[in-house]
């Protein structure tokens, strides 16, 4: 079996119960930053029997990104609700990463950057009409 599969196992295993992680984060965690999909194709190749919890992780937005044509994303959401991981109302709701995700400091310092680089680009933006 591929090595990095091993490694993405080992990082998924380590998710709490009632927490999640994204795909792209249990990438740079297993050691290979920007193979969010490998992380995908990895967890797709678990056997049934797998002690590896897959339905932990989730996209970028917090969202499932399995198709509903097989089940697997109703099989998830169920999974994820009896651990109480809540999703927003909706069809498409997602999870909130800032409160359900693992671990948790990989979503504040996210959140904190993207607040920075907006707070940034919105002092260059006034900055330009003053002048």
């Known amino acids: ?11 998924v295993r380590h998710i709490p119960k009632g927490r999640v992680a994204t795909y792209g984060l249990v990438a740079r965690l297993a050691g290979r930053p920007g193979a969010a999909r490998t992380v995908g194709w990895a967890l797709s190749a678990l056997p049934d029997d797998s002690d590896v919890p897959w339905w932990r ?3 970028a937005a917090g969202r499932i990104s399995l198709s509903g044509a097989d089940h697997g994303s109703v099989v998830q959401r169920a999974l994820l609700l009896r ?5 927003a109302p909706g069809g498409g709701g997602a999870v909130n990463l800032a ?3 693992w671990p948790a400091e990989a ?3 996210a959140a904190a950057a993207h607040t920075r680089a907006a ?5 260059r933006r006034l900055k330009g009409l003053r002048t």
């Open 99 to 101: 409160v359900f995700g």
């Open 119 to 123: 707070s940034s680009r919105r002092s």
């Open 107 to 109: 979503y504040d310092s």
């Open 83 to 87: 651990e109480g991981v809540k999703f």
């Open 57 to 59: 992780v989730l996209n």
């Open 1 to 11: 079996m591929n090595p990095f599969y091993h490694r993405i196992y080992k990082v």
